[in-house]
Every structure is written in C-alpha cells, then in structure tokens.
C-alpha cells in the first residue's frame, strides 16, 4: 500500500512538475518533460544508465514513426496554404444557398483541418470569415468561433494531426478506423459546439465587426485558385488511401497481391508520400510554379516543425520512462480501483492536463501515458475507443494558457471575458459532445 501511494505521488508531481515549468517558470515543452523524465527516473531508483537507454527509446520509437508523417504533411499543409485551395473550398461552400454561414465555417474547418495545423489553419482561413461577416452582417464572433472550433475538433482527434496520430501509434490502433470514426465525431461536436450553442444564445452574443488592422486582408479570386476538384483530390487522398487499407484488412485475403499493394499504399508514411508529389503537380508544377520555388516553400515550411517534433520527442521519453520504471504497470493497478469508467477517465485526464499546461498535443500525450497501462485490464474496452476519448478530452478548455486562445482573440477583437464565454464554451461543449459519441461507438466497435 505504502509504495502503491509512493508511486502515486511520484506521478502526480511529475505531472505539477510539468505544468509549473511550462505556465511559472516559462520552461520549454521539450525540458519540461525532458526535466520530468529524469524526476521520474530518479525518484523510481532507475539505473543512471538504464535512464538514459528508456529516454532513447522512447524518443526514437515515438519519431522514427511519427517524424516522416508529420514532415509530409507539413509539406501538404504548405501546398494548400500557397495554391489557395483552402479558400476554394469556402468560395464554392458559400455558392450552397442552403447553408447558413456558420455552418460553412464548421465544414471548411472540418475539411481544411484535416492537412492545416491549427494555428496555421486559423491564419489561413479567418480572412474567409472577415469576407462573409462583411457580406451577410453577421458578427465575426458568430463565423469565427465555429471556425475555430471546428480546428481544434479535427486537430485532436484526426490523424495525420501529430497528436492523435501520436495516440494512434502508442495504443496500437488502426490509423483508418480512428481517422472514420473521428470524423464523424468531429463534425457532430463541432456543429454543437460552434454553431448550435452559438444560434442557441445569438440575442447575447454582441456584433464584432472585422478589426481595423485586418480590413485589408484579401481573399483571392475565383480565377488565381486551383480547382475544386484538384483541392479535394489533394485533401482526400491519404484519408481514402488510409480507409482503402483498413477496408482491405477486413476483408480481403491476405495472401494476395492487392492485398499487399493496399496495405503498401494505405500506410501513413506511403499515403502522405504520394499525396506530397500529387500537390506538387496539381497544385505547384501545373500551376507554372518552378521546382526551384517548391524547394524554396519546403524549406521554409521545414522550419515550423522543430518545435512539434522536439515536444512529441519528449512526449516519448517521458512515456519511456514510465514504463522502463514499472510506473506504469503500477498506475495501471491503481486506476482499475478507481470507480470510473475509463472511458471517462482517458476524457478527464486530457482535459485537466489541456486547462493547465495549454497545449492540446502535450496533454494527449500526458493522457496516453497515464491512461495506456489499464487498457489491459479492460479487454472489453477497444483501444480506438481510447484515443478517440483522449483526443475528445483534449478539444475542451481551450482557456488563457493556450496559445490559440489569444490568436483567436486577436483576430476577433474579443474582449476577454467574450472569449470564456463563447470560445472556451464553444470548445467545451464540443470536448463534451465528443466525450458522448464516443460512448456512443463503445457500443459497436
């Protein structure tokens, strides 16, 4: 019992010890779990040694995945942002009479996402919310939010996203079935969060027009955009290929050809591989761009990942050394006392870890570690359930320490006291909705 406690307590101050280097001490997340790993390793009496060897292996089997995905699709999400193909999809969203404009917003967050990083995909397309708020009268906040919402839903629960795509990798699941269900969380709680709480409490909600300093952001016209069929091709492709590949271990045989051709292409690594080359015809070399420029872009956009790669790294060693310490087997036996569903429990604890280190990937991560050791213990419980849980956890609290916060402030000219009760609302009741098409599935998958 004593050392049950102890190893309680080791667990939870390497979590606070997280949180206060990164929100007190302003600590980079990369030493602040780097700093955690070794807090761990001490306190658990490892070997300085054998430290040193779960570190590495947990950096290495984290990235030696994850790294290859993550730079593709960095190069993805750069093709999309140059060509304009993102704002294709909302010129031709806006043609669909029958849709009201935050509903657009939601189905161009929830399309472009799904290759946008967050932070990117916001820069990216809140021009399209300034030119439909001008146009319709509407306030920014009631575009915006479900924009933003509709983001941060297919970042935490979508892969590729590095985050979920992290999950997806450490709890062993089928990339094509997280990515199938996801979506279909992600546009239930992201229409409830961003668009139907918001209709709910229109008469409150005060008009916020476009801020001065972003009045002059241009949206490209119709003619200087790639097509929309090329966008989607663009979009879709690895999705379609991922699903293809899913679909084939269901249900063809194994020992065919085609089966091993779908299950090459439908990988992480080969789908996003091919798309890459796809944008670069459809949406570079066929657009008179030279190779010379698209060399130029993939640098550029190389640069922006250091940060998501250095934090998944850490990610990994801390996972690393949980397990290599045996605080992980430990943890497992402690939670299966705890009287709460674990699907309950994967949702809470990335909540709680979002609220207080305010990054979305740092916090499914902390889940995943803490959470991964009991799925032996609940063999009735899939492991895609889990990450789905985790990833819907991670979606709400999107409070004063994240970043996206303060960038969706900025842009809206929100005062603080708008954005808890409209953003951070918006993004809980999606975390929340999520959290209950999650159970939902748990009673077919």
């Known amino acids: 019992m004593d050392s049950q406690i102890w190893e309680l307590g080791v667990l939870i101050s390497s979590i606070l010890l997280i949180v206060i280097s990164i929100i007190k001490f302003k600590l980079h997340p990369f030493l602040a779990l780097l700093l955690s790993s070794f807090y761990v390793g001490v306190l658990m009496k490892m070997k300085p040694l054998n430290m040193i060897a779960s570190i590495e292996d947990g950096i290495g089997g984290t990235l030696g995945f994850l790294a290859a995905v993550i730079g593709l699709g960095t190069i993805l999400s750069k093709m999309i942002e140059i060509s304009g193909a993102a704002e294709r999809i909302g010129i031709t969203l806006q043609k669909c009479r029958w849709l009201s404009p935050d509903v657009i917003m939601v189905l161009i967050g929830m399309i472009c996402g799904i290759t946008l990083f967050v932070e990117v995909g916001v820069v990216l397309l809140i021009p399209l919310a300034f030119s439909i708020a001008k146009k319709t009268k509407t306030s920014l906040l009631m575009l915006a939010i479900p924009l933003c919402t509709a983001l941060m839903t297919v970042h935490c629960i979508v892969p590729p996203h590095p985050a979920a795509l992290y999950v997806t990798n450490a709890l062993g699941v089928d990339i094509g079935s997280v990515i199938l269900y996801g979506l279909i969380i992600g546009i239930i709680a992201s229409l409830a969060g961003g668009s139907i709480f918001l209709r709910m409490i229109k008469n409150r909600i005060p008009f916020k027009a476009v801020p001065e300093q972003f009045s002059d952001l241009k949206i490209r016209t119709a003619e200087e955009l790639p097509s929309l069929a090329a966008t989607l091709l663009i979009i879709l492709l690895p999705i379609f290929l991922m699903l293809i590949k899913t679909i084939t271990e269901l249900n063809m045989d194994k020992n065919t050809s085609i089966y091993t051709v779908l299950e090459f292409t439908g990988n992480p690594i080969t789908a996003m591989f091919i798309a890459t080359f796809v944008a670069y015809y459809m949406l570079g070399l066929r657009r008179e761009m030279k190779m010379a420029d698209l060399l130029n872009k993939t640098e550029d956009c ?28 430990s943890l497992a036996s402690i939670l299966s006392l705890l009287d709460m569903h674990p699907i309950l429990l994967a949702w809470l604890v990335a909540i709680i870890l979002h609220a207080a280190v305010g990054s979305a990937t740092v916090a499914m991560m902390g889940a995943t570690a803490i959470v991964s050791p009991m799925l032996i213990l609940y063999p009735d419980i899939s492991p895609e359930i889990i990450t789905l849980a985790i990833g819907s956890g991670a979606i709400g609290c999107t409070i004063v320490t994240d970043s996206l916060f303060w960038l969706v402030k900025q842009y809206c000219g929100a005062t603080m006291t708008e954005m808890l009760k409209y953003y951070t609302s918006a993004t809980f009741i999606a975390s929340v909705v999520a959290l209950m098409v999650t159970f939902l599935l748990s009673n077919f998958i």
């Open 302 to 329: 190389f640069s922006t990942i250091g940060n998501i790669l250095l934090i998944i790294a850490a990610g990994g060693a801390f996972n690393g050394i949980l397990k290599a310490s045996g605080l992980s087997d």
